[in-house]
Every structure is written in C-alpha cells, then in structure tokens.
C-alpha cells in the first residue's frame, strides 16, 4: 500500500525565517512520483513540483528547495526567507507506477507566516 | 496555465435534495479525477476517469456518481444530499500516456448541506 505522512499539522514562523516542511512516503513500487501541492486560502490547489523515483538530485526554485531522499524515504520542502503570501497549506503526494496517476495525497502542513 | 473550471463554487442545500457538481476542462486532457476534501484537509479520490465513457470508484467510498459523455467534462451528482457530504469537492485532469503528469486541479467546490 502507498501512505504519505506530514507529520507537522501547522507551522507558524514569523516573515523571513526558514522553515521546512517534512514529508515521508511508503511504497512497493520501484518506479514512483513526488508532488508539492500548495493550497492558498483560495481553495485550488497550485503545483509546484514533481520528481521521479530515479532522479535523487535536489531543486532549488527560487525561495523553495526540495531534498529527495530515497533512504529515509523523504521528500522535504523548504522554504528561504519565508513571506506572509507563502501562507497556505501544503500537500505533498505520490503516485507510482501501480496506480496509473491516481495521486495518494498527506494530511497537509498548514503554514502561517506573521509579518 | 491550466484551464479547469469548477461551478458553482460555494453551495449550501437542504438535506435531501438533488445536485450536480460541474468541471470542466478546455485542454483536452483524457484523465479527470475528483476528490474530497474533509475539514481535516486531507484529500481523497472518489472517482476517476480514463477517458470517455469511463468511470471508477475511487479509494474513498463515496454515495456520489460520475459520468463522462463528453472529454471535456465530468460532472458529480448527489441523488440525495445529507449532513455528512458536507465537504470541499476538487476536480483535477491530466494528460495521459508518457511521463506522468501534475494534476491540473479546479478552484474547488465547497457544499454544505443543512
């Protein structure tokens, strides 16, 4: 079975900190796919970014950076100089090769950043 | 930029009355999904769909149906609506065959049912 846990429920940092936001996975497949989802108070849910089971290299996209580990089995999200419009929430997700793209999603962080 | 339309985006309805939640998509993307959001903000799918003329149940047990006549629209209907599908609704597409793709998803529909 495929599970993903975000164990921090909510994070509130004040505007510049950094903050990460942890995400760990379980799957039997060998081929696989990481998601970041943000959710803004909007509703919809944005993507940020995706990464298969066989690319280990971590991606810096500006103020956000991700750090894929295949050996503890995370995919960590990081945020730099954190700023109030980075509140919302997060979701990250996977999908593997036995699902066909049907995404199994984490609880979500909640993010607060205070000015 | 992804093109998915949701309406309407907020509905509050009486216990028992009949609705259809509507998505749409202008990108001709094969693969819809929906999903369920509870007040706890996990998602989970409900019902998916490969193409048209075909729909399946998701992980999550729902009393919702689907259909799938046209590619670009998959609409979800409460025969009955009650207290408990007091929920937010998101639909999402994709492209199918190569590398999976991000799901594209809609701004999402909020319905509760008194």
């Known amino acids: 079975a495929q599970k993903v846990t975000q164990a921090q429920t909510e994070i509130s940092v004040v505007e510049k900190e950094d903050v990460t936001l942890d995400c760990v996975y379980e799957?039997?497949?060998?081929?696989?796919?990481l998601f970041w989802y943000k959710q803004p108070p909007s509703g919809e849910l944005v993507f940020l970014i995706r990464?298969?089971?066989?690319?280990?290299q971590n991606e810096i996209s500006g103020r956000y950076s991700w750090n894929f580990q295949k050996s503890t089995s995370s995919f960590n999200f990081t945020i730099t100089a954190s700023q109030v419009v980075d509140s919302a929430v997060y979701f990250c997700?996977?999908?593997?090769?036995?699902?066909?793209?049907?995404?199994?999603f984490g609880q979500g962080t909640t993010l607060q950043v205070k000015p | 930029e992804a093109d998915i339309y949701q309406t309407p985006r907020y509905l509050v309805i009486g216990t028992g009355k009949k609705i259809t939640l509507e998505c749409s998509q202008t990108?001709?993307?094969?693969?819809m999904y929906w999903y369920q959001q509870d007040p706890g903000m996990e998602l989970h799918l409900i019902h998916y769909?490969?193409?048209?003329?075909?729909?399946e149940k998701g992980d999550l047990s729902s009393e919702s149906t689907v259909s799938r006549i046209r590619t670009e629209h998959f609409p979800l209907t409460l025969e009955s609506a009650r207290p408990s599908h007091t929920s937010q609704y998101l639909c999402?597409?994709?492209?199918?065959?190569?590398?999976?793709?991000?799901?594209?998803f809609g701004n999402g529909t909020r319905l509760t049912v008194t």
């Open positions: 999402a597409s994709s492209e199918w065959g190569g590398p999976i793709q991000s799901l594209h």
């Open positions: 799957t039997r497949d060998t081929t696989y796919y």
């Open positions: 990464r298969n089971s066989f690319d280990e």
């Open positions: 997700a996977l999908t593997g090769s036995s699902n066909t793209g049907k995404l199994i």
């Open positions: 990108m001709g993307h094969d693969k």
């Open positions: 769909s490969y193409g048209v003329n075909s729909t």
